[in-house]
């Protein structure tokens, strides 16, 4: 009986508590409905009020978007109403321009019947023309008794010497107005080239003398049995003269370089006041070192003073040996710097590298420094050794070009030319054999007098000048003109001489009495002139 009550309970308590659980999951479940419901509301209205914002939004973008758009539109439209008036413009001008066209096409066709009717009567009166002239033909045939064609053939020939005759005086006008002008720019170019150097010059010689302190060193110079002075020239290469000559001995050679050394081991030696065979060959040594070092210094000095570099020590032997070579009596190594300080000179008037120009100039006659040792023209052999140590093209071109044996590829080469001929040229640089001097005038009057109608010709000032009398009825003045362009042209072309050459030809015709007055030409003097190498 206990146990049934105490059954029921707990049977009784475990309803309760489920009656309890029961009631407050409800009230938990009311409260997340509410929770819920509460959540549900305010999503709405956060919804609602989204939804209105987007809706003011679009309403706005859409009222600034149509705004825009009438803008653009009224903006399209007043454009086209502009373009509708130019268009209206335009069209008007075409029927403006319409109407003057077909007024000209009217005007065109009047004057081109008026052209006919014009050319009608323009043919009709020269057939009468041509009648007439035929007419007149044949009453001129009859009268002077020539042919048509003797005729024409005559009126040709005096047309062709009409025509030759003002050919040449527009030659000569053409010509004479553009010495006129490239004159001046030639002198005013060459003078700012010139002006800025100065140079000497050592005559050319074979011979050196050293002097003695008295005769009786002759003897010690020649030694016992000549041995001293057989010794010294076997030693030198140089052959010595002892002659009577006062307190003189003479060293003769053609190499320039072995008459240096004799001369320095010969004052050497004089010095020392002891001459043997032995002494003679330490003298000579040292002489040798002496000119050696003279060479390179020379070269260097040279080089510095150009401011030309990267000029390999075989190359600047070559230079420095010119210091003792001459040419017509212009010491070679003063010619060549002459050169490159003239042709720098040049280029830098003309914006050429002038470095290059220096370069080109100072080696152009290199092959001068070992011409005598070798077979060949000095041009050739300086063309080898330009090329031998891989000279600059255009140096190449400037050894092969000064003397023409080549076309010049720049125009450095061609200023190097001129200042080889400017420096051959000026007074003083050379001098010639009295021989070669009298064969060069001669030539000259030769070639003037085998023109036809000289009747003389006089060189003179050296051979820088040839007057050429003419025979006056025989050329007139533009003849003259002519002769004295062709003589030059002929000097250019067959003859060598430095500097410039004027030909004057001399047109005079004596009047036959002293009353009468002289025509304007008939005294006339014609003067041109040419440079010749």
């Not at 321009?97 to 009717?117: M, P, T």
């Not at 060069?440 to 010709?457: D, H, P, Q, W, Y």
């Amino acid at each position: 009986m206990e146990l049934i009550l105490i059954i029921g309970a707990l049977v009784v308590g475990t309803i309760l508590g489920i009656v309890v659980y029961i009631f407050s999951a409800k009230s938990k479940v009311d409260n997340a409905k509410k929770t819920a419901a509460d959540i549900l509301a305010q999503a709405k209205k956060n919804v609602e009020n989204l939804e209105r914002e987007a809706y003011v939004k679009a309403k706005e973008k859409l009222y600034a978007e149509r705004n825009q758009f009438q803008k653009q539109m009224k903006q399209k439209e007043f454009e086209a109403s502009k373009t509708d008036e130019r268009l209206r413009r335009t069209e008007k001008d075409l029927r403006r321009l319409e109407n003057q066209i077909r007024q000209r096409e009217a005007s065109i066709r009047k004057n081109q019947r008026k052209n006919e009717e014009i050319e009608k009567v323009l043919l009709e009166k020269q057939h009468k023309i041509d009648s007439i002239i035929e007419n007149h033909i044949k009453e001129l045939e009859k009268i002077s008794g020539l042919h048509r064609e003797e005729a024409t053939e005559k009126l040709k020939e005096k047309l062709i010497a009409q025509a030759k005759a003002e050919a040449a005086q527009m030659i000569i006008d053409i010509k004479n107005k553009a010495q006129e002008n490239s004159r001046w720019e030639a002198v005013d170019i060459m003078s700012h080239a010139i002006e800025k150097m100065a140079t000497e010059y050592t005559m050319e010689s074979t011979l050196t003398s050293v002097d003695l302190p008295n005769d009786n060193w002759k003897g010690l110079v020649i030694g016992r049995e000549g041995r001293n002075i057989k010794a010294f020239e076997a030693a030198t290469s140089v052959k010595v003269i002892v002659d009577d000559t006062p307190e003189t001995v003479v060293m003769s050679s053609f190499d320039p370089i072995k008459r240096e050394v004799a001369r320095i081991a010969m004052e050497r030696l004089i010095k020392s006041k002891n001459i043997n065979p032995k002494q003679i060959d330490t003298e000579v040594e040292k002489a040798q070192k002496v000119v050696d070092d003279s060479i390179r210094n020379a070269a260097n000095e040279t080089l510095k003073e150009l401011n030309i570099k990267n000029v390999p020590q075989e190359l600047k032997e070559h230079l420095g040996r010119l210091k003792y070579r001459t040419s017509y009596g212009q010491n070679i190594l003063h010619h060549s710097k002459e050169v490159a300080w003239l042709a720098g000179n040049l280029a830098a008037e003309f914006g050429l590298d002038v470095s290059l120009a220096r370069r080109a100039g100072l080696f152009h006659d290199i092959g001068k420094a070992v011409s005598s040792d070798s077979e060949g023209s000095h041009v050739s052999i300086g063309v080898e050794i330009t090329k031998k140590f891989n000279e600059h093209p255009v140096v190449v071109n400037a050894v092969l070009a000064h003397h023409e044996e080549a076309e010049p590829i720049s125009p450095i080469s061609v200023l190097v030319t001129a200042a080889d001929r400017i420096s051959g040229a000026r007074p003083g640089a050379r001098r010639e054999s009295l021989e070669a001097y009298a064969q060069r005038i001669t030539k000259l009057e030769e070639l003037a007098n085998s023109f036809e109608g000289v009747a003389k010709t006089y060189a003179l000032s050296a051979g820088r000048e040839i007057r050429v009398m003419v025979v006056p009825t025989e050329l007139s003045d533009t003849q003259a003109d002519l002769l004295a362009s062709d003589i030059a042209r002929k000097i250019k072309e067959t003859m060598e001489y430095p500097g410039q050459i004027k030909v004057t030809v001399i047109r005079h015709l004596v009047s036959r009495s002293s009353t009468e007055t002289v025509a304007s030409g008939d005294n006339t003097e014609k003067v041109t002139q040419v440079e010749a190498e």
